[in-house]
């Protein structure tokens, strides 16, 4: 298994530069289910910003690519069962995708909550409280 960077899986949804748009089409060519490429949980994030920020893509289209990339058998997502859990959810926002992966490490770390000062994340992530 060889991991990727966010710019390698930027460019395999995003062919905005050509000659990486083509490195990027035979390394991916060459993954099978046997050998995936590996997507850290802060790459796939990392991902997810960049591709609605800096390329506007929406939400909706965002969760329907990610989607998609969970059924493909040559990408290994981290923590991809729990992220099928949420995607599997009434419709997360990309922003609930990383305060449940943030909340779901945490737990899995030992600890016994996590604080934030989001009232959204602490509101819809039972291990989450706010920091007050």
């Excluded at 779901?104 to 291990?127: H, L």
Aim: aromatic share 6%.
């Amino acid at each position: 298994m060889i991991g990727v960077d966010t710019n390698v899986l930027v460019r395999l949804l995003v062919a905005d530069d050509g000659r990486q748009a083509q490195a990027v089409g035979e390394f991916f060519a060459q993954r099978t289910g046997a050998d995936p490429a590996f997507v850290s949980a802060v790459v796939l994030i990392e991902s997810l910003w960049v591709l609605g920020r800096r390329f506007g893509y929406s939400r909706s289209t965002l969760l329907d690519a990610l989607r998609r990339m969970m059924t493909s058998p040559e990408l290994n997502f981290e923590h991809g069962g729990r992220l099928a859990e949420i995607l599997e959810n009434a419709d997360p926002s990309l922003s609930d995708i990383a305060d449940h992966l943030i909340a779901w490490s945490c737990e899995k770390a030992g600890c016994e909550r996590t604080v934030t000062f989001d009232k959204r994340a602490a509101k819809r992530n039972p291990s989450m409280e706010l920091l007050t």
